[in-house]
């Protein structure tokens, strides 16, 4: 009888949870503060770096566009990555990893769509677009983080 009623379980979240067509994949509509977004420019500026901004209050370089199909928020996204501080500090990288494109920060999932399979993206985000003002392992709160991104593949 457990394994009926766990068979059954599993059964209903497939069904009902696992229907990519009644999940919402598309972007979030945020935008980060126009403050963020001065001191964020001023750094670019500070820095020389070039880069296109995006409506939702963050900065980007493409440096490979990869494939045509680009990753909605439902994908499963196969990434490299470094991300580093505005001081050059590199806190986190992998050489691949696979993450729900849901599960990560406004930033990514507002910048990895940017490029298709095989592509690169630099980003340049704005705290309310990262970790905010809450402090996470070595990144300081409030804090303007630079990633350093290869997509990999994905699946949608």
């Known amino acids: 009888m457990k394994y009926l009623i766990i068979a059954l379980s599993l059964f209903l979240v497939v069904l009902t949870g696992c229907n990519k067509d009644k999940r919402d994949c598309s972007l979030p509509k945020l935008k980060a503060p126009a403050a963020e977004v001065a001191t964020l420019k001023k ?4 820095n020389s770096i070039t880069a296109i901004f995006d409506t939702s209050g963050f900065y980007y370089n493409i440096a490979e566009a990869g ?4 990753p909605d928020l439902c994908s499963i996204i196969q990434i ?6 505005t001081n050059g500090t590199v806190f986190d990288s992998q050489s691949s990893y696979a993450f729900y494109l849901s599960n990560l920060i406004y930033g990514w999932q507002l910048g990895v769509p940017k490029v298709g399979k095989g592509g ?4 340049y985000l704005p705290p309310s ?12 709160a409030n804090s303007i983080l630079i990633f350093d991104i290869s997509l990999q593949d994905f699946t949608n």
């Open 120 to 123: 690169r993206v630099t980003l």
């Open 43 to 46: 750094y670019l500026d500070d």
């Open 67 to 70: 494939g045509a199909q680009k």
């Open 129 to 140: 677009l990262a970790y905010g003002s809450n402090a996470t392992g070595t990144i300081p």
């Open 80 to 85: 490299g990555y470094k991300g580093t501080l």
